[in-house]
């Protein structure tokens, strides 16, 4: 017997110790064990066990044990983990393994039950070693997980770590409220971001912040550091606003939480234009409509129009035309003195006071003026001369109830008139001049009534 079993071991040394043994148990009736090459061979001798090998070199003989597998999961390094981060899983592997040999570690429920394991790693190995593993991103947080590891070349499970270990509760960016607002041009937002669902999980240290996209949401806004957030303002462009949250272990990276807010900014408002070019006008005549050059708009895009007028200038002394509220603007027939237009706008929301359009439209009236002077008051045969003022490029037409007229030259602004009563005249007399604009055509008629004295 001694002979066949120092036979066996030399044999087992030669060929590298290359089997696996599938939960081998005798009734041990002698033994021992070797060491080799990194390895211990343990044997028994008893009764017979066939075994399966699974490795380029068979070896078997009748009567002897091949070598226990054990596996001794190690300590984990940390007591608690997020969701998703790596675990590293070291292992002490006891006996011989196929060359294609995995390596598996599991990981238990939050009671530390293996009844529904999870594979959270592996190893190609027949050795000892580290298993890489991840705890899974919706692994539910719990207090008592444990990790074990398992082989396939043999199928065997190890011992778990023997402490428990912590997962911590997934993390969540929480979410923000989207009814979002609208303002008008370079006004600050009222409304207040609201918070729909808290950020958590992770080591339940969150921090929150806020960026927009006047930046592309790439900075954090300074100062905004709660769940809401209210804009400030002034803004002149349409904004929206982001939730970022991260914890102080699990998401140390801020991470946008669901959802967006837009502040809608209302188009400028603007008065818009009229047209400035004006017109000449005979006294008492029909002006032309003034003209729309551009529409106001802007704000609520609820337009009001007013008109306004002044006699004395362009820029002082206006006052409202009644009914007038459309963008262009017709002046009634009967223009007697010159007057310049101007129109205003507002909206019902952003711009709700009326504010001037650019442009004035001056509408001049243009009819000559003549003065006429000479005595109101003559007597039979008494010379008299009646004049007004010339004025270049007018024309002057005479008319007079009795006497001679001669009228001067070169200009015709005057007139002599020898005063000729017939009997029975009736008072007054007169004498008229009209005075015609050449280039315009507007003339004016001046009456200067006489007093005769028998």
Same mark, same amino acid.
């Given at each position: 017997? /001694? /002979?066949?079993?120092?036979?066996?071991?030399?044999?087992?040394?030669?060929?590298?110790?290359?089997?696996?043994?599938?939960?081998?148990?005798?009734?041990?009736?002698?033994?021992?064990?070797?060491?080799?090459?990194?390895?211990?061979?343990?044997?028994?001798?008893?009764?017979?066990?066939?075994?399966?090998?699974?490795?380029?070199?068979?070896?078997?003989?009748?009567?002897?044990?091949?070598?226990?597998?054990?596996?001794?999961?190690?300590?984990?390094?940390?007591?608690?983990?997020?969701?998703?981060?790596?675990?590293? !899983?070291?292992?002490?592997?006891?006996?011989?393994?196929?060359?294609?040999?995995?390596?598996?570690?599991?990981?238990?429920?939050?009671?530390?039950?293996?009844?529904?394991? !999870?594979?959270?790693?592996?190893?190609?190995?027949?050795?000892?070693?580290?298993?890489?593993?991840?705890?899974?991103?919706?692994?539910?947080?719990?207090?008592?997980?444990?990790?074990?590891?398992?082989?396939?070349?043999?199928?065997?499970?190890?011992?778990?770590?023997?402490?428990?270990?912590?997962?911590?509760?997934?993390?969540?960016?929480?979410?923000?409220?989207?009814?979002?607002?609208?303002?008008?041009?370079?006004?600050?937002?009222?409304?207040?971001?609201?918070?729909?669902?808290?950020?958590?999980?992770?080591?339940?240290?969150?921090?929150?912040?806020?960026?927009?996209?006047?930046?592309?949401?790439?900075?954090?806004?300074?100062?905004?550091?709660?769940?809401?957030?209210?804009?400030?303002?002034?803004?002149?462009?349409?904004?929206?606003?982001?939730?970022?949250? /991260?914890?102080?272990?699990?998401?140390?990276?801020?991470?946008?939480?669901?959802?967006?807010?837009?502040?809608?900014?209302?188009?400028?408002?603007?008065?818009?234009?009229?047209?400035?070019?004006?017109?000449?006008?005979?006294?008492?005549?029909?002006?032309?409509?003034?003209?729309?050059?551009?529409?106001?708009?802007?704000?609520?895009?609820?337009?009001?129009?007013?008109?306004?007028?002044?006699?004395?200038?362009?820029?002082?002394?206006?006052?409202?035309?009644?009914?007038?509220?459309?963008?262009?603007?017709?002046?009634?027939?009967?223009?007697?003195?010159?007057?310049?237009?101007?129109?205003?706008?507002?909206?019902?929301?952003?711009?709700?006071?009326?504010?001037?359009?650019?442009?004035?439209?001056?509408?001049? !009236?243009?009819?000559?003026?003549?003065?006429?002077?000479?005595?109101?008051?003559?007597?039979?045969?008494?010379?008299?001369?009646?004049?007004?003022?010339?004025?270049?490029?007018?024309?002057?037409?005479?008319?007079?109830?009795?006497?001679?007229?001669?009228?001067?030259?070169?200009?015709?602004?005057?007139?002599?008139?020898?005063?000729?009563?017939?009997?029975?005249?009736?008072?007054?007399?007169?004498?008229?001049?009209?005075?015609?604009?050449?280039?315009?055509?507007?003339?004016?008629?001046?009456?200067?009534?006489?007093?005769?004295?028998?």
């Amino acid at each position: 017997m /001694k /002979k066949t079993v120092l036979i066996l071991m030399f044999f087992l040394l030669y060929a590298g110790v290359h089997s696996q043994t599938l939960s081998p148990r005798l009734i041990a009736s002698a033994g021992g064990s070797s060491s080799v090459s990194g390895g211990t061979v343990s044997w028994t001798m008893g009764e017979t066990n066939i075994a399966t090998f699974i490795s380029g070199t068979t070896i078997l003989s009748q009567g002897i044990q091949q070598p226990e597998v054990d596996i001794l999961t190690g300590s984990i390094t940390g007591t608690a983990f997020c969701a998703g981060v790596a675990v590293s !899983v070291p292992f002490t592997a006891i006996g011989y393994y196929g060359g294609s040999n995995v390596f598996t570690a599991q990981l238990s429920d939050g009671s530390g039950s293996f009844a529904s394991p !999870v594979n959270n790693g592996t190893l190609t190995s027949t050795v000892s070693g580290t298993v890489s593993a991840t705890i899974p991103a919706n692994t539910a947080s719990g207090s008592g997980y444990r990790i074990r590891v398992t082989a396939n070349l043999p199928n065997y499970t190890g011992l778990d770590n023997g402490a428990d270990i912590t997962v911590r509760p997934q993390f969540t960016t929480g979410e923000i409220t989207t009814t979002g607002e609208t303002i008008c041009y370079n006004a600050s937002p009222a409304a207040a971001i609201g918070n729909a669902t808290d950020a958590s999980g992770g080591d339940l240290s969150i921090t929150y912040s806020w960026r927009s996209s006047a930046d592309s949401y790439a900075t954090a806004i300074s100062g905004a550091i709660a769940s809401t957030y209210t804009p400030a303002g002034p803004l002149t462009s349409s904004t929206s606003y982001r939730r970022y949250a /991260k914890d102080n272990t699990c998401h140390t990276t801020p991470t946008v939480a669901t959802g967006t807010w837009t502040v809608t900014i209302r188009p400028q408002f603007t008065t818009g234009a009229i047209e400035t070019t004006g017109e000449t006008i005979c006294y008492n005549d029909n002006p032309a409509e003034i003209g729309n050059t551009t529409f106001a708009s802007g704000g609520n895009a609820s337009i009001s129009y007013q008109w306004q007028k002044s006699t004395t200038s362009s820029s002082a002394d206006f006052s409202v035309i009644d009914l007038a509220t459309s963008a262009s603007y017709d002046p009634p027939t009967g223009l007697t003195v010159s007057t310049w237009y101007r129109r205003q706008a507002k909206d019902g929301t952003c711009n709700t006071t009326f504010t001037t359009s650019l442009g004035v439209w001056k509408v001049t !009236v243009n009819s000559p003026t003549p003065i006429l002077t000479g005595d109101t008051t003559v007597t039979q045969g008494q010379v008299v001369t009646y004049s007004t003022p010339n004025i270049s490029g007018n024309s002057y037409t005479w008319n007079a109830s009795h006497g001679n007229p001669e009228i001067c030259f070169p200009y015709r602004n005057c007139l002599t008139l020898t005063w000729d009563f017939p009997c029975g005249i009736i008072n007054p007399g007169y004498v008229k001049v009209t005075e015609t604009n050449l280039t315009t055509g507007c003339s004016t008629t001046v009456t200067k009534w006489i007093t005769i004295v028998q």
